[in-house]
């Protein structure tokens, strides 16, 4: 696998290279679903990264990475590229493990200044001729790991290139003082100019008027885009045109002979290159299938609510009711069903930008004053509020809930984004109950139990709709489960979506007749019950969406072993030890043999042994 050499190419035959790619990401992107808009904005971006900088050496870091597409075409992926995002093929965000050329593995947002730091820190102890370039967008500016980095770097001045891509939008519209500071239009020429003569001024000319000279400049800084960066001890070029193949190399160029630390601005379009994409538009950040010429959807619904709209008209009719409910969300209203809600009431519900460990902290006094906080994030994004959820919600016990939308597999954007872990790390945290709901109604009788439940509450649920269908089931208890179907020979518990795995699974089963418990809680775990079921069913299977490591077999286990009881043999369908690959969700769990039809065969290969 080879980079493409453009080092040769006249501006011309770059501009001609840029439309190409995004020909080629258009009619991928079209057929395989993906990140859109994002990745056709920063195309020219990318070229001029490769022009400037040499990618075999130089470590090439991309925020998040789902913007990377062009980086991908250019590193020897051309011919593959119509295998993106699908089961054992290209990935949709970097992977060293694919290419050489990727530097770092990525999904999630805001640690390429991080990553580009370390990089520096390796190269100049190594001694070696080399700079880390770092692509980042204005939406990843929210979070606070940023600003850790770019405190560092500002003090010890190694060798980075940052790239600010201000394309004015994160996956939703940005928000918050950065964004707006960074989108300001402002032309850069005259403040580099007035830069360069004040300094040189500041070498010649006496103290006091030097001071004054000094004081101007403050001043000026002031009114610049610059200044934030300024302050912290980073060199700043722009704003540039982020379509202007010929401003940007000679940006980047200028970047890479000063070598120390330099922020690039460049201004952008998202969806740059087809029309119907251009500008702002949440919907076009991340598609399915669509049709080119009319940009409509080829998806095709089942025609079921999913777990995210159910979610998001309980909570809207909860809302309604009772003005002491409150939520927020980290970027992504649309993508959690918060949006009609940060509608109807901008008061209570509020995105605070990419900003997971905020966004959990800051609903914590809410909770304190009477208020009911639902903190909705995905599975995946609370992973980054960890230290948050211990020390600021749940050691206060403050009754917070946190809504956990993306569990379990959650197909083409893989291993940075499947929800295999909520449950193992939550599940050891003082004072924090775990729950899960399978169905329609029981999510919502879940969210009317979840409104007057007065401790820390998380509820896990999956992208799409709900395996199970919809039938009636009774109010939640604390820590009762609910055995739904009797049957007989062995007993299948399931948790959360993992109920209608067991139900499907019933239905696939010629010679036996499992009974089904809806576990409800795994923590706390429903002990009467189980110490029951312990009597009559001694082969256990559980259904979980999650890693089995700390997950709900765990759990059960644990309660087995501290009941004494040693007459019941377990065995779980949970998510091995291992990242789980990116593709199309059937594909993945029929890889993992956790489809219905598959553990059916396998419970009746092993009912026939015995």
């Not at 993906?34 to 990618?55: P, Q």
């Not at 004040?198 to 000279?213: D, F, K, N």
């Not at 119907?276 to 299938?289: D, L, S």
């Not at 899960?436 to 879940?446: C, D, G, V």
Request: charged share 25%; with cysteine.
């Amino acid at each position: 696998m080879q980079a493409m050499d453009i080092k040769n190419y006249s501006i011309e035959e770059l501009e001609d290279l840029a439309a190409k790619i995004r020909n080629k990401i258009l009619e991928t992107v079209s057929k395989t679903g993906g990140h859109l808009s994002s990745t056709l904005g920063a195309v020219e971006l990318i070229i001029a990264m490769h022009y400037v900088f040499d990618v075999n050496k130089d470590p090439f870091i991309f925020d998040v990475s789902h913007q990377a597409y062009a980086h991908k075409l250019l590193t020897g992926r051309w011919d593959s590229f119509d295998t993106l995002r699908q089961f054992g093929g290209i990935c949709g965000y970097t992977d060293p493990e694919e290419s050489k050329f990727d530097y770092y593995k990525a999904g999630h947002s805001s640690t390429s200044i991080s990553i580009a730091v370390g990089a520096a820190k390796a190269i100049a102890l190594k001694k070696e001729n080399r700079i880390p370039v770092a692509l980042i967008g204005d939406g990843a500016m929210s979070a606070g790991m940023v600003y850790e980095a770019l405190n560092e770097l500002g003090e010890r001045k190694y060798p980075v290139v940052i790239i600010l891509n201000d394309n004015e939008m994160s996956i939703s519209q940005p928000i918050g003082a950065i964004s707006r500071h960074l989108s300001k239009k402002m032309a850069s020429p005259f403040y580099q100019k007035f830069k360069q003569k004040v300094e040189s001024m500041l070498e010649h000319l006496p103290e006091g008027a030097a001071y004054m000279a000094k004081k101007l400049e403050d001043t000026i800084k002031l009114i610049t885009p610059g200044v934030l960066f300024e302050e912290m001890g980073l060199d700043y070029i722009g704003p540039i045109r982020g379509h202007n193949l010929e401003g940007i190399i000679d940006a980047l160029k200028l970047a890479k002979e000063l070598k120390k630390p330099v922020i690039v601005h460049a201004q952008t379009t998202k969806g740059k290159g087809y029309h119907i994409a251009e500008g702002p538009k949440e919907h076009w950040h991340g598609v399915g299938p669509f049709d080119i010429k009319t940009g409509k959807s080829l998806k095709k619904s089942n025609g079921k609510l999913s777990a995210t709209q159910i979610y998001s008209n309980k909570l809207l009719e909860l809302a309604k009711k009772n003005e002491k409910i409150v939520g927020v969300t980290a970027a992504m209203p649309s993508g959690t069903g918060l949006s009609p809600l940060i509608e109807q009431f901008p008061e209570r519900f509020w995105d605070v930008a990419i900003a997971e460990q905020h966004a959990v902290t800051s609903m914590g006094p809410l909770a304190k004053e009477g208020f009911k906080p639902f903190c909705t994030i995905y599975s995946t994004f609370l992973q980054r509020g960890y230290d948050q959820v211990i020390h600021d919600i749940a050691l206060m016990n403050l009754g917070v809930v946190f809504a956990m939308d993306r569990a379990g597999v959650v197909g083409e954007d893989g291993e940075t984004h499947q929800g295999a872990f909520d449950i193992s790390y939550l599940r050891p945290i003082p004072n924090m109950t775990l729950a899960a709901p399978f169905n329609r109604q029981s999510f919502e009788r879940l969210l009317e139990f979840a409104v007057d439940f007065k401790t820390p509450l998380a509820i896990r649920y999956p992208r799409g709709s709900f395996i199970a269908e919809d039938f009636d089931v009774p109010p939640y208890e604390l820590g009762k489960s609910h055995l739904i179907d009797e049957g007989k020979d062995i007993l299948f518990i399931g948790y959360g979506n993992g109920v209608g795995r067991a139900i499907e699974t019933k239905k696939e089963l010629k010679h036996l007749n499992p009974a089904i418990l809806d576990l409800r809680f795994v923590k706390p775990l429903d002990t009467e019950t189980l110490a029951n079921l312990a009597k009559d069913f001694k082969k256990w299977y559980i259904f979980s969406d999650s890693a089995k490591m700390g997950g709900v077999e765990s759990a059960i286990l644990e309660f087995l072993e501290s009941s004494g009881i040693k007459d019941v043999k377990l065995e779980s369908f949970e998510y091995e030890d291992f990242f789980i690959r990116h593709g199309k969700t059937a594909d993945i769990e029929q890889f993992l043999g956790i489809m219905p039809k598959q553990i059916a065969k396998k419970l009746e290969a092993v009912s026939k042994k015995q």
